[in-house]
């Protein structure tokens, strides 16, 4: 069966930090790949999405960037992070039937 | 542009009542609409989804959702409500690009299931 990973589950950084937060997927090849913002309140927001090794596409324009080294890895970054960076990440996996999973998140606070 | 709409911000029921979360959609074309359900400080679980066929689809934990294509409405439903229902529910659409296809969720609505 299939498993999404992400770490850390929670994260304080400040102002101007450097920030990677790691998202992994087992037990299926050449997924899709995504990462959402879920800032306070509810609204879930496609930040990036991949659909290969490399191949890139961005949703929002901003000072985060994800990149994909690995078939079934898929990686979120920011040189200096903002106070609006605050929230909660999901990393999700998409089928070929476009249902898509969601790993348990990662919680960022940036002060 | 492919968009989904959940009309309540929150909704209440009693247990043992049945429960409906409504959401509307806006497509062109054949809809792939779904429903997640997300716990507090947790990823979204995927609770069920249509693609074609019977308008009414079973999913997970006893919910089940009518596609109505007339009314362009996707509700979910569940005959009897338990406490631990309560959670944030997430209706949402298949978006289709030109390569790799994408969901695109609706503002969620917030259950709370009172004994």
């Known amino acids: 069966s299939q498993t999404i990973h992400q770490w850390p589950a929670t994260l304080v950084q400040p102002v101007g930090s450097p920030l990677s937060l790691e998202c992994t997927v087992e037990?299926?090849?050449?997924?899709?790949l995504y990462w959402y913002r879920q800032a306070a309140g509810r609204g879930l927001q496609l930040l990036f999405y991949s659909v290969g090794i490399g191949q890139i596409s961005s949703e929002v324009p901003q000072n985060l960037s994800a990149s994909r080294p690995q078939d079934r890895q898929f990686i979120l970054s920011s040189k200096k992070l903002l106070l609006s960076d605050s929230g909660f990440y999901l990393c999700?996996?998409?089928?070929?039937?476009?249902?898509?999973?969601f790993g348990p998140g990662t919680r960022l606070t940036v002060l | 542009a492919q968009s989904v709409a959940q009309p309540e911000d929150q909704v209440n029921v009693a247990e043992g009542n049945p429960l409906t979360v409504k959401c509307t959609y806006s497509v062109s074309g054949n809809p792939y609409l779904f429903w997640y359900v997300q716990y507090p400080n947790r990823g979204l679980q995927f609770l069920l989804k249509?693609?074609?066929?019977?308008?009414l689809v079973k999913g997970s934990y006893g919910f089940e959702a009518e596609f109505n294509k007339s009314q362009t409405s996707f509700h979910l439903k569940k005959p009897s409500a338990l406490v631990s229902d309560s959670a944030l529910y997430f209706c949402?659409?298949?978006?289709?690009?030109?390569?790799?296809?994408?969901?695109?969720f609706g503002t969620g609505t917030q259950l709370k299931v009172e004994l």
């Open positions: 037990g299926t090849s050449n997924p899709n």
């Open positions: 999700a996996w998409g089928t070929s039937t476009d249902t898509q999973y």
């Open positions: 949402a659409v298949r978006v289709l690009t030109g390569g790799g296809n994408k969901l695109t």
């Open positions: 249509y693609i074609t066929g019977d308008n």
